[in-house]
């Protein structure tokens, strides 16, 4: 026990002092004047969406932005209503809504949707989003503000996300925390690195860079498309990540069992539906998480205060996303359980797919590799 203490120690010196930073509170947009101000389209994929797609596409109506923006909402094959509430919302002239077409072969569904929005385009800029976020009036007038500043290809945020039931208090901080864990903000924001990432919910791209990638038909087929869109423009052009003041999901996760599902579609996907790298995440996960906990409270000597200080490391990183949060510093001890959640959420997940179950998301089922 005391060399796996050890090493899970030296494991939290090293990502907490060698790994960009990852766990500070890192960049946020703000509100800030531009001299440009290209045309904006906003393309919304939505299926489904009736709870949500009035706050969402309101708010993106009703953008204090001085250049011209205009707002697509694709319905991807909805069965609840949703195209028919965005265009009684006020403002709704600068509001196109199309009837999506079913998906070719190869095509992720949302992709899909996004492809025949972009197409309905010609903007100089375009932005992507979803539609369960809410924007504030000033939030296109940031992002156009911070591409043009920076010079950036593309600007994408970790939005706001929902953190209201008890589900969502004990897992959502933990998802950010993770993501910036594998995807260190500052390592995405520097030229030098390859590390590129982005957060689905909020993505402004130019259209010259989408078009130099070779369009969304680039990344098609991805169902992580987020980070597959981030490493295409990057690989040639610049790309900014940072956390949204501005912007905020509104999708509920009610319960343990939602956010399960939410982790369980898409983690062994990330892995590359390789049982190898399963093995490797979850043993990896366990000395750095677990086996801290388990020497601090079970062992005795050396190994004792090795898993107490690489507790402690673990709980004082992630105290800067709790606070993003409004969430008690105390929540930290409980990360190693979160993070034991996540790991059996991925096991979950090539389970489902090695029992042929593949991805399901929005009903439609994605059968594996060739997705």
């Known amino acids: 026990m005391t060399a796996l203490a050890a090493l899970a120690l030296l494991a939290w010196v090293y990502l907490a002092t060698c790994r960009g930073g990852f766990w500070r509170d890192g960049e946020r947009l703000a509100p800030g004047?531009?001299?440009?101000r290209p045309a904006v389209a906003a393309v919304v994929p939505a299926r489904d969406e009736a709870e949500v797609v009035a706050a969402s596409i309101g708010s993106l109506l009703g953008q204090d932005y001085a250049g011209g923006l205009r707002v697509v909402l694709v319905d991807d094959g909805s069965t609840d209503g949703t195209a028919a509430i965005a265009p009684a919302l006020?403002?709704?002239?600068?509001?196109?809504?199309?009837?999506?077409?079913?998906?070719?072969?190869?095509?992720?569904?949302?992709?899909?949707?996004?492809?025949q929005g972009v197409a309905a385009t010609d903007e100089d800029l375009v932005l992507l989003t979803d539609a369960d976020i809410e924007h504030d009036p000033g939030h296109v007038a940031a992002l156009v503000a911070q591409a043009e500043r920076g010079g950036y290809d593309m600007v994408s945020e970790m939005v706001a996300l929902n953190c209201e039931s008890l589900a969502e208090r004990?897992?959502?901080?933990?998802?950010?925390?993770?993501?910036?864990?594998?995807?260190?903000?500052?390592?995405v924001n520097d030229e030098r690195r390859a590390t590129a990432a982005a957060a689905g919910g909020t993505v402004l791209i130019r259209r010259r860079a989408l078009e130099r990638i070779g369009g969304i038909a680039a990344i098609g087929g991805a169902l992580i498309d987020d980070v597959a869109l981030a490493g295409a423009v990057k690989r040639g052009g610049r790309i900014w990540l940072g956390h949204s003041a501005l912007a905020r999901s509104i999708r509920p996760y009610r319960g343990f069992a939602d956010i399960w599902h939410m982790v369980a579609r898409s983690a062994y996907v990330q892995l590359r539906y390789s049982p190898w790298l399963l093995l490797l995440t979850i043993l990896g996960l366990a000395l750095v998480f677990l086996v801290p906990p388990a020497a601090a409270l079970f062992a005795h000597g050396a190994a004792r205060?090795?898993?107490?200080a690489a507790w402690a490391i673990m709980a004082v990183t992630f105290a800067p996303t709790l606070r993003r949060y409004r969430l008690a510093p105390l929540w930290g001890l409980a990360l190693p359980a979160i993070v034991g959640f996540y790991g059996a959420a991925t096991i979950g997940s090539a389970i489902d797919h090695h029992r042929g179950r593949g991805v399901v998301w929005k009903q439609r089922a994605y059968a594996g590799p060739a997705s």
């Open 90 to 115: 006020p403002g709704a002239g600068r509001l196109a809504v199309l009837e999506g077409t079913p998906r070719p072969a190869g095509w992720a569904g949302k992709l899909w949707a996004v492809q």
């Open 305 to 308: 205060a090795c898993g107490v």
């Open 33 to 36: 004047p531009t001299v440009a």
């Open 170 to 187: 004990a897992l959502v901080p933990a998802f950010v925390y993770l993501f910036a864990l594998l995807y260190p903000f500052s390592w």
